[in-house]
């Protein structure tokens, strides 16, 4: 779902948004750098870590996606970033500055953040979703309509044919590009995407992952995907994280040098596998992104 973290008492742009005016520029300057140091969570009455001591450093205005079986802590360790989730130890630094130290409504302004089937409200039309975010920061009408079109339009969809449509009249890719647009809205510096795609079939798939490409292109925010195919952590990362139980890293580096690594073996439980990743590379380039980072 891509969540609306804002509060309409809270009108002013977030450390790591636009001007919250309603016409922030876009694709101006890129991302933070975000790093998770020694990050561990421990849930009550658990006795193992859902991650334990994961460090990991994602570049400004980077993609990095962290790729492992279910349950393995990727999405607890996505959470910290927005503090959705706060780590027993360890500490999650934003261009330097310890998240926890941050007002975490200002904090989350800046970070769009989407799951699997894009979690848009029922009882509001396309452009209402798109456009929450920008409402609940005080944004003036004309400037939320106006960045409420751009969105659309950036993640293919048309704003007066699609913008007066329901949730329920969309298909399931239309439901993430949607999503997505809603997370996109208020200019955020970082995008969170948790298991994004993992509700649509292979080729609409494909269709969202060089969608996700082009639109970080432009917009040069810091990525970071959670997911459990294999192969599309090696299509969307600059960087992939292999992640095994408690977010332990098992491999670290560019697409090429993962795939390297595995050597081509993925068994149904291994962290090669990530439950059977399957599909192939939109545009058939062999799996990577290679030439795109």
């Given at each position: 779902?891509?969540?609306?973290?804002?509060?309409?008492?809270?009108?002013?742009?977030?450390?790591?948004?636009?001007?919250?005016?309603?016409?922030?520029?876009?694709?101006?300057?890129?991302?933070?750098?975000?790093?998770?140091?020694?990050?561990?969570?421990?849930?009550?009455?658990?006795?193992?870590?859902?991650?334990?001591?994961?460090?990991?450093d994602v570049p400004?205005?980077?993609?990095?996606?962290?790729?492992?079986?279910?349950?393995?802590?990727?999405?607890?360790?996505?959470?910290?970033?927005?503090?959705?989730?706060?780590?027993?130890?360890?500490?999650?630094?934003?261009?330097?500055?310890?998240?926890?130290?941050?007002?975490?409504?200002?904090?989350?302004?800046?970070?769009?953040?989407?799951?699997?089937t894009g979690g848009?409200?029922p009882h509001m039309?396309?452009?209402?979703?798109?456009?929450?975010?920008?409402?609940?920061?005080?944004?003036?009408?004309?400037?939320?309509?106006?960045?409420?079109?751009?969105?659309?339009?950036?993640?293919?969809?048309?704003?007066?044919?699609?913008?007066?449509?329901?949730?329920?009249?969309?298909?399931?890719?239309?439901?993430?590009?949607?999503?997505?647009?809603?997370?996109?809205?208020?200019?955020?510096?970082?995008?969170?995407?948790?298991?994004?795609?993992?509700?649509?079939?292979?080729?609409?798939?494909?269709?969202?992952?060089?969608?996700?490409?082009?639109?970080?292109?432009?917009?040069?925010?810091?990525?970071?995907?959670?997911?459990?195919?294999?192969?599309?952590?090696?299509?969307?990362?600059?960087?992939?994280?292999?992640?095994?139980?408690?977010?332990?890293?098992?491999?670290?580096?560019?697409?090429?040098?993962?795939?390297?690594?595995?050597?081509?073996?993925?068994?149904?439980?291994?962290?090669?596998?990530?439950?059977?990743?399957?599909?192939?590379?939109?545009?058939?380039?062999?799996?990577?992104?290679?030439?795109?980072?």
């Open positions: 779902m891509a969540e609306p973290h804002a509060t309409a008492s809270s009108p002013a742009a977030g450390p790591l948004s636009g001007d919250a005016s309603g016409a922030p520029a876009l694709g101006r300057e890129h991302g933070p750098s975000i790093l998770l140091n020694r990050v561990t969570k421990l849930h009550s009455g658990q006795r193992s870590a859902a991650v334990a001591g994961l460090t990991l400004a205005g980077g993609v990095v996606a962290l790729v492992g079986p279910p349950g393995c802590g990727k999405t607890t360790a996505l959470r910290m970033v927005n503090r959705l989730v706060h780590p027993s130890s360890g500490r999650v630094l934003v261009d330097g500055r310890d998240v926890a130290d941050m007002d975490e409504r200002a904090l989350r302004r800046g970070i769009g953040y989407t799951v699997r848009l409200f039309t396309v452009a209402a979703n798109t456009g929450l975010v920008p409402g609940m920061l005080g944004w003036k009408r004309r400037h939320t309509a106006a960045r409420v079109s751009e969105m659309l339009e950036l993640v293919g969809l048309d704003p007066a044919a699609d913008g007066h449509r329901y949730p329920a009249e969309l298909s399931v890719g239309q439901h993430e590009r949607v999503g997505m647009a809603r997370a996109l809205a208020a200019n955020p510096r970082v995008l969170l995407l948790d298991d994004p795609f993992g509700a649509v079939d292979p080729a609409t798939r494909h269709g969202l992952q060089r969608d996700l490409l082009r639109i970080q292109a432009h917009l040069r925010m810091t990525v970071i995907c959670a997911t459990r195919d294999l192969t599309e952590a090696l299509v969307l990362g600059d960087r992939v994280a292999v992640l095994d139980r408690g977010a332990r890293l098992v491999r670290h580096g560019s697409p090429e040098q993962v795939r390297a690594a595995s050597g081509g073996e993925r068994t149904a439980d291994s962290p090669d596998s990530i439950g059977g990743a399957t599909g192939s590379a939109p545009g058939g380039q062999g799996g990577t992104r290679g030439g795109r980072r």
